[in-house]
């Protein structure tokens, strides 16, 4: 099972530069997100999505866009790099809520991004 | 503001020593807690997880955990500690008073076990 898929796992921009980090995941699960971890902050929500068509903010969502065009894919678009957006991203999916139980988080295996 | 705090940024421990990791939550309301591990270079896995029910719950590698409701806390216990459980663990916390169901992190806590 390929589970959560992110490309690239490295990769680095100059300031201004735009990108696209891919998340794919073959599970069929409804809800996706990404997240940015960085020392001492932990993993931090930036957008997530509970299906295809629907996206929402996290908690750091400046500078970054997405869209869910399929349930398998929730790519990440930054527009317009800036340094402070240097980290390391991670992808992740569960299935849909059940009552008031949420299953777990599949994570992919990052994607660090170096802006200059 | 919603958060999720994890007070031990680093702890270092010797083998067969006990651990107990702190987690607090400022929800209300019912919530989902996990605890998740990530090992050096690799990405995040779930070491367990409380819904309802007992509020002992029980993971993976020996690993356990308390809900305790009054406190809202969260923390994470191992009786014996290995060097293999030198890594960075996160509490996390779904929460249903925001209908958005967003899991939050805590700032994680890095664990070195000294063989």
């Known amino acids: 099972n390929a589970g959560v898929t992110q490309t690239p796992k490295f990769q680095v921009l100059k300031t201004g530069q735009s990108m696209t980090l891919q998340c794919a995941q073959d599970?069929?699960?409804?809800?996706m997100s990404w997240y940015r971890q960085d020392p001492g902050m932990g993993l931090r929500l930036i957008h997530y999505?509970?299906?295809?068509?629907?996206?929402d903010q996290g908690e750091v969502p400046n500078g970054y866009n997405v869209s869910r065009s399929t349930t398998e894919d929730f790519p990440l678009r930054l527009l317009s790099a800036a340094p402070s957006q240097t980290s390391v991203y991670f992808c992740?999916?569960?299935?849909?809520?059940?009552?008031?139980?949420?299953?777990?988080?599949?994570f992919g295996e990052g994607s660090r991004l170096t802006v200059l | 503001a919603q958060s999720v705090s994890q007070h031990n940024h680093h702890v270092i421990l010797s083998e067969a020593a006990s651990l107990e990791l702190g987690c607090n939550y400022s929800?209300?309301?019912?919530?989902?807690l996990f605890w998740y591990v990530q090992y050096p270079g690799q990405h995040l896995q779930l070491l367990l997880k409380?819904?309802?029910?007992?509020?002992l719950v029980k993971g993976i590698k020996g690993f356990e955990a308390e809900f305790i409701k009054s406190k809202f806390s969260f923390n994470l216990r191992k009786p014996s500690v290995q060097w293999s459980d030198t890594a960075e663990y996160f509490c996390?916390?779904?929460?249903?008073?925001?209908?958005?169901?967003?899991?939050?992190f805590g700032s994680g806590t890095r664990l070195l076990v000294r063989p």
């Open positions: 996390a916390v779904n929460s249903f008073m925001d209908s958005s169901y967003k899991l939050i």
């Open positions: 999505s509970v299906g295809a068509g629907i996206t």
């Open positions: 992740a999916s569960r299935l849909r809520n059940s009552g008031t139980n949420t299953g777990e988080l599949f």
């Open positions: 929800y209300g309301g019912t919530v989902n």
């Open positions: 409380y819904f309802s029910g007992d509020p």
């Open positions: 599970m069929n699960h409804e809800y």
